[in-house]
Each structure stands twice: as structure tokens, then as C-alpha cells.
């Protein structure tokens, strides 16, 4: 195995940076850097100490003063010998000392490449691993507490404990077999069948949640729709409260979408001004209706904004098109224009309604109700108090569970027990996959692939 070595922390000017080095060469190389009371191959396992880097390659020049942290395997991050190097920040120094382990012949690690040594060595399974990422790239505070959370490893004993029983069943399966010509059966057909559906609700239990999963990861997604000219730009730069989209009265100005991140009482939402929907023959114009769609698609909400002053229901076509073809994403109407907007009752304006919102984008009212009606969604959206954190791999492998189970059961019903066995031990290979039990080095590389380089 070889030795690697990385920035742990972020590049560029700061108090400290972190060097993190692993693998079985770790101590031959420190010794010959640094310069303290002691060697560090002689030094006890998690103490840290004060000495100096020096150069050997340049008459052994101090390059900096810093303190070193040692973790001797198995009792490590990554289950190899450890030892992270805090030295100042900057961008020489830290490059400094990287330069020279990489000229000893340990090579820079690779994206994700110490969680994925602690996954090799046993110190963690593949849904904690991910945790790990999860906790890293988390932006909010909900992400990050189930993230946390998830690194206890509960995830991953349900999804063991239910590939054990599974095999179990294949085993008995497969003894019946052997025995298929003396009439004697081992197996307990309404168990199985039990074990098989409760199964099949745990896979599914997790699929629904995963749409829940996926907002506490990567944010609320809001599309704001519309027709041209109804203040799609206007309310997207109110809301983010700086001039982030240009605002016209030529219908069409926006011909792409715009997005961004605000933050609404400590939710993070992703803010999507689209192109204005309307019947157009500008191939341009098309083109951004279609992106916004698609856009739309990917919405967790959707605010339609109606310009008032054309009557309270000039966007109603709009909406019922939206609706029906965006059947599970809420919809939330905004009257705009009430600044300028004319009515018998102007106290009328100014009511909200759980999907009817009345607001100036232009003058800023009924910003409060907006965030207001965010929250509401948001907090219908999500289990904050969850432990698990169900990403688009474990997604795909629960339904191919769910698919293998479900063939099982049908097997099962005509006493096909060879066919059952095969899909049952299908399901736990599947189960196995999610853990990292059992698993492909292509998958595995992609997955640590997208982590950041010293995790």
C-alpha cells in the first residue's frame, strides 16, 4: 500500500494549514524532516509535538516551526500510520513541506483518498464514508446534524442485518433443493415470505424519503414562473436583495434562467428565475422556455407570479398547464403589482392565503409572507430528526431490491425455489452494494472521486 500525503485544509492565507500523511512509510519520512526532542518514530500514539521542518534537500533549512499529531495504525482515521502536520498557512509554506514528502516518494493523494483507505481498512462502511461527504458539503444545519448521525453507522447495521437474513433464506432454499427427491423441506415458506415483504417496505420507506434526503443536501429548490413582463427578475433580485437579473419591459428579456442561494430563516433555497412562458416563434426564446421547464421540473416549489394589473386571473391557463403537467410540486400563487394594481377594495390586495400571496416585487411588499409560506414548505418537505441521509446510489440499488424481492415472491408462490434463491441472493448482493459489503472498484472510485482532496 502506498503513502500519501495532502492539504487537509482549505489552500491559501490562514492561521494553519493541516498536512495529513498516511500509509507504512509515514514514519521513515517525518523522521527525516523534522526535528524535535524525539523522532517521531519513537513517539507514542495520539501526543503532538513542537519541533522544526527543515529542508534536507537544501542544507537543512528551517522551513518552518510547527507541531505534529500522531496516530499510530490501527487507531487512526484511515487504520494506517497517521501523522498531520500544522504548520503556518499560506500558500509557500504549506507547498514547502508537501514538496518535500513528494520528493521522499509519497504520492499526492487523490480525491477522497484517506476516507477511502479507512473504508479498505475496515474503520468505516460505505454509507459512513458517505456521511463523510455528506458532513463536509453539508449546508445547513439540518444536513449536517443527520449527517452526523448517520456516521453512528444505524443505516448500515439495518441493511446488514437484513442482507444476513437474507442470505439465511438462501441457504435453506438451497438446502431444500438437495433434499427435493425425500419430500423434506427446511424451509419456513410464511417467514420467508414475511421477512421478504417487510423487506420490500423498508426499501420503499427509504425511496419516498429520498426526495426529503436530497433538500437536506443540496437545498430548496424554488422555480419562479411566469408570463413575460409579470416580474419574474424583479422578484428573484428582491428576494436575494441585490440586482442579479436584468429587469425589462420587453417581453422575453429573460431567454436562459438564473439561479442563486439565499438563505430564509437558516434554510438554504436555491432560487430559479426562469424564462417568461408564453407562445413565441424566436428559436432562442423557445429554447429558454424549454430549459425553464425543465428547470421547473426539478422545483420543490413553484411560484407563479401573476401580474395583477392584467386581473386577478390572467394567469390561470398558466396554472392549470403547470399543475397538471408538475402534479406533485406545490404551487403558490403570487398577485403582483399591487402598487399599481387597481380594485374596488384595495384592502382586498393586501390578503394572503396559503396559495395566494398579494405583493409589490417592485416596492418589496409582502417579502415577509414569501418567506413566511418558504418555511411552510420546506418544513413539509423534510424529517429533520431522520438518521439517514438516502442518496441517488442507494436510491437505484433499493429498487433493484425491491424488483429482485418482488420476482422472489412470485418464484416462491409456484415453488420455484432455485429461481428464488437466485433473486433473494440477487437482493443481498444489492443490500451488500449500499454498505460497501460487497462492491466494484469503478463504483467505489467514483464515489470517493467526488470528494475533496486531504478527506
Do not use: W
Request: charge should be negative.
Amino acid at each position: 500500500m502506498k503513502t500519501i500525503a495532502a492539504l487537509a485544509t482549505p489552500p491559501g492565507v490562514s492561521g494553519i494549514a493541516v498536512i495529513r500523511v498516511s500509509g507504512p512509510e509515514v514514519f521513515s519520512a517525518i523522521d527525516k524532516i523534522f526535528q524535535g526532542k524525539q523522532k517521531p518514530s519513537e513517539m507514542k500514539s495520539h501526543t503532538i509535538h513542537y519541533g522544526d521542518i527543515i529542508d534536507i534537500y537544501n542544507n537543512n533549512i528551517i522551513v518552518d516551526k510547527a507541531i505534529i499529531s500522531i496516530f499510530k495504525a490501527p487507531n487512526s482515521f484511515t487504520g494506517d500510520d497517521v501523522i498531520e502536520i500544522s504548520c503556518h498557512g499560506g500558500k509557500i509554506t504549506p507547498s514547502l513541506i508537501l514538496d518535500l514528502l513528494y520528493k521522499m516518494g509519497i504520492s499526492p493523494a487523490e480525491p477522497g483518498e484517506f476516507t477511502k483507505m479507512a473504508f479498505l481498512n475496515g474503520k468505516m462502511d460505505l454509507v459512513q464514508a458517505e456521511a463523510v461527504a455528506d458532513l463536509i458539503h453539508s449546508i445547513s444545519v439540518n444536513s449536517s446534524q443527520t449527517a452526523a448521525r448517520q456516521l453512528n453507522g444505524n443505516f448500515s447495521k439495518s441493511i446488514s442485518d437484513l442482507r444476513q437474513q437474507l442470505i439465511k433464506i438462501c441457504s435453506l432454499l438451497e438446502i431444500d433443493l438437495d433434499f427435493i427427491n425425500d419430500d423434506v423441506e427446511f424451509s419456513d415458506y410464511d417467514r420467508m415470505n414475511a421477512l421478504i415483504n417487510d423487506t420490500i417496505l423498508f426499501c420503499e420507506n427509504l425511496i419516498n424519503q429520498y426526495k426529503a434526503d436530497n433538500i437536506l443536501r443540496s437545498g430548496f429548490h424554488i422555480a419562479i414562473i411566469g408570463y413575460p413582463n409579470s416580474g419574474k427578475s424583479s422578484l428573484f433580485n428582491a428576494l436575494l436583495n441585490k440586482n442579479r437579473a436584468i429587469v425589462s419591459n420587453i417581453p422575453g428579456t429573460t431567454r436562459d434562467y438564473i439561479e442563486d442561494y439565499i438563505y430564509v430563516n437558516n434554510i438554504p433555497v436555491k432560487l430559479i428565475d426562469t424564462a417568461g412562458l408564453r407562445d413565441t416563434i424566436d428559436i432562442i426564446e423557445l429554447d429558454g422556455i424549454k430549459l425553464a421547464e425543465n428547470m421547473v421540473s426539478q422545483a420543490d416549489l413553484i411560484l407563479l407570479i401573476n401580474d395583477l394589473t392584467l386581473g386577478e386571473n390572467h394567469s390561470n391557463k398558466l396554472f392549470e398547464y403547470i399543475s397538471n403537467k408538475f402534479k406533485e410540486i406545490p404551487i403558490v400563487i403570487l398577485q403582483n403589482k399591487i402598487d399599481i394594481a387597481t380594485t374596488n377594495d384595495n384592502n382586498d390586495l393586501e390578503q394572503y392565503t396559503d396559495n395566494n400571496i398579494y405583493i409589490s416585487a417592485k416596492k418589496s411588499i409582502g417579502l415577509h409572507d414569501i418567506s413566511n409560506i418558504i418555511v411552510k414548505y420546506y418544513n413539509l418537505s423534510i424529517n429533520p430528526s431522520q438518521n439517514i441521509l438516502v442518496n441517488e446510489r442507494h436510491k437505484a440499488l433499493l429498487i433493484n431490491v425491491i424488483e429482485e424481492l418482488s420476482l422472489a415472491k412470485n418464484a416462491l408462490k409456484t415453488h420455484s425455489n432455485e429461481l428464488a434463491a437466485i433473486n433473494i441472493r440477487n437482493a443481498a448482493n444489492y443490500f451488500g452494494e449500499i454498505s460497501g459489503e460487497s462492491f466494484n472498484n469503478d463504483v467505489l472510485n467514483s464515489i470517493f472521486s467526488k470528494f475533496c482532496i486531504g478527506k
